[in-house]
């Protein structure tokens, strides 16, 4: 597959794609070999097909330092999230691996990426840590993950030689940033803007999406549904991606101004810096600009409720533009959805965020048609009885019995 050019430069000028499928499991037979959690194997995936461009491969320790230091990669270019391979020493000493080595990354027992081995190392986790997160708080989730990291760090260049398969109904929303890319390209979208999203959306996210796409002057709104690590409580997956098409089929969308797509990342929170992240990677997909609402990727009170609007400012070389937007909450004297920045009752305003919607449809009761749609609030519900065991949130149940989105299949005898 070629990389098409719809005139939105990648990050780094250069889609990265390694993918290069085994001919037979014989090509790797006696290989160094690692088998990989999810986290990694999505990070492997996102690497091979450029989601993550200009990076090639899990990072070593000069792009990780500068990463954490300077919010840039040694070459230069901005990133704010160290992408790491983290082994335990004892496992990388049992399968015989040393910098120098070409090695097999496995996933769910089956060859997943190659992986040349230019260096092993160790990091300072609490330090990495506080640098990233601008916190040490082992609560935060993202500093949690950091300090669970295993003690090395492998580094080097990937190349996939398995092409994962996507489960429904999530293969309908898969496309690599090539794939996407063509598309946007055939749909016209000179400009696209950005949605990220872990939510069913209620009445603020659809006036978000419609408020940057007029503030843009877009030619359409991508949402980019996060797929990853859930926690009991946040939407089903099946339940985001299914009810944000579902604004475009039911024609809240014009069908020519909006398409919904799945990306497997497991959230860091890391606020500010992971807007930064969210908008390299949907610059990688074809997007000229990526919104940003409140408490953007935030957690707790870590970040300031702004912060992520803030620190753009410091990034002018980004390659992305930012649309900054305020709250939309539903105002009883406006008589609607109204916006922060116009609505003159902040008093009597009603939140609308996902927390109080959940709450209303966990107890049964019809959500106000003001605050989710009854075509939203149909689908979620049937999301429920169909991917959910009943519930549209995740359960304890969902996270042991659901179908896994991505499944790597044995390689050709
Ligand atoms: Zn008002």
Known sequence: ????????????????????????????????????????????????????????????????????????????????????????????????VAAGDSILL???????????VTEIFAADLSDLAGKVYGTTDPDHPG?????????????????????????????????????????LDELGWQRAVAHQTRNVPHSGHEYLMKGAFMEAQADGVLVS????EK????????????????????????????????????????????????????????CTHHMFGRDHAGVGDYYGRYAAHEIFDDLPDLGIRSVLTLEWWYCPTCGGVAYEGICGHPDTKQDLAGRLIRSIIDGGAEPAPQTLRAETLALVRQCADEYGFGSP?????????????????????
């Open 231 to 286: 926690k009991v409580g946040d939407y089903i997956d099946e339940a985001i991606v299914l009810t944000h098409e579902n604004l475009r089929t039911h024609g809240f969308f014009r069908d020519g101004i909006h398409r919904t797509t799945a990306l497997l990342w497991d959230m860091r929170y890391a606020g500010p810096r992971e807007a930064v992240f969210h908008a390299l990677v949907r610059k990688n997909l074809g």
């Open 106 to 116: 496995t996933h769910q027992g089956n060859p997943l990426a190659t992986l040349d």
């Open 1 to 96: 597959m070629t990389s098409v050019d719809n005139g939105l430069s990648p990050h780094g000028g250069t889609l990265v794609q390694r993918v290069q499928p085994l001919r037979s499991a014989g090509d790797v037979a006696g290989w160094p070999t690692i088998e990989v959690r999810e986290q990694i194997a999505h990070e492997c995936v996102n690497l091979a097909y450029g989601f993550f461009s200009p990076l090639t491969g899990f990072m070593g320790s000069a792009d990780v330092a500068s990463v954490a230091d300077n919010m840039r990669l040694a070459s230069g270019y901005v990133w704010p999230i160290p992408i790491v391979l983290d082994v335990p020493d004892a496992e990388l000493t049992q399968a015989g």
């Open 393 to 413: 949130f995740v359960t304890e149940q969902y996270l042991s019995e659901r179908t896994p989105v991505l499944t790597i299949p044995p390689a050709p005898v």
């Open 143 to 183: 500093v949690q993950r950091t300090l669970n990291y295993a003690n090395r760090f492998v580094a080097g260049d990937i190349t996939l030689v398995c092409e994962p398969v996507i489960s429904p109904p999530f293969d309908r929303y898969w496309r690599t940033p090539a794939q996407l890319r063509s598309e």
């Open 225 to 228: 549904a996060v797929i990853g």
